[in-house]
């Protein structure tokens, strides 16, 4: 049916920090609004609501910095403040309700973990925690 799977794939590239941004479906409002943030390196944050009835699939992307290799293991995810992807872990399996799975990927724009979710409003909450990317 259409408008039952949703994917979301932000792309942090050159001056653009952030984005908001909602479509009407037939499902309902499907809203974003994401930031990269200057002041807080390998940070990134995301509020998304997917509407009833809808699955989605988040890419949250893994900040790089002056060249470094930063990968899934060397980040924190926090919905609403719940860690569900800890560094050098991985996915922490119904740590959050509506979080169906998580997993480290990658394409062309980059590193990320992917994220299904249940229809519902998330915060999600990426930090880079390598100790050798806090030191730049």
Same mark, same amino acid.
Request: proline share 3%; glycine share 10%; with cysteine.
């Given at each position: 049916?259409?408008?039952?799977?949703? /994917?979301?794939?932000?792309?942090?590239?050159? %001056?653009?920090?952030? #984005?908001?941004?909602?479509?009407?479906?037939?499902?309902?409002?499907?809203? #974003?609004?994401?930031?990269? &943030?200057?002041?807080? #390196?390998? +940070?990134? /944050?995301?509020?998304?609501?997917?509407?009833?009835?809808?699955?989605?699939?988040?890419?949250?992307?893994? /900040?790089?910095?002056?060249?470094?290799?930063?990968?899934?293991? %060397?980040?924190?995810?926090?919905?609403?403040?719940?860690?569900?992807?800890?560094? +050098?872990?991985?996915?922490?399996?119904?740590?959050?309700?509506?979080? %169906?799975?998580? +997993?480290?990927?990658?394409? &062309?724009?980059?590193?990320?973990?992917? #994220?299904?979710?249940?229809?519902?409003?998330?915060?999600?909450d990426l930090t880079v925690v390598a100790k050798d990317y806090l030191k730049i």
């Amino acid at each position: 049916m259409a408008w039952s799977n949703i /994917l979301i794939a932000p792309t942090v590239a050159g %001056d653009l920090s952030g #984005v908001a941004a909602s479509v009407a479906t037939i499902r309902g409002l499907i809203s #974003v609004k994401w930031n990269a &943030l200057e002041d807080a #390196v390998g +940070k990134f /944050l995301i509020n998304v609501t997917v509407p009833h009835g809808t699955t989605g699939v988040i890419h949250l992307p893994i /900040l790089q910095e002056k060249n470094n290799n930063i990968t899934a293991n %060397d980040v924190n995810v926090l919905e609403g403040g719940i860690c569900f992807w800890k560094a +050098k872990v991985g996915y922490i399996s119904e740590s959050v309700p509506g979080i %169906d799975m998580a +997993k480290s990927g990658s394409n &062309l724009a980059g590193k990320f973990i992917e #994220v299904i979710i249940q229809s519902g409003t998330y915060e999600f909450d990426l930090t880079v925690v390598a100790k050798d990317y806090l030191k730049i």
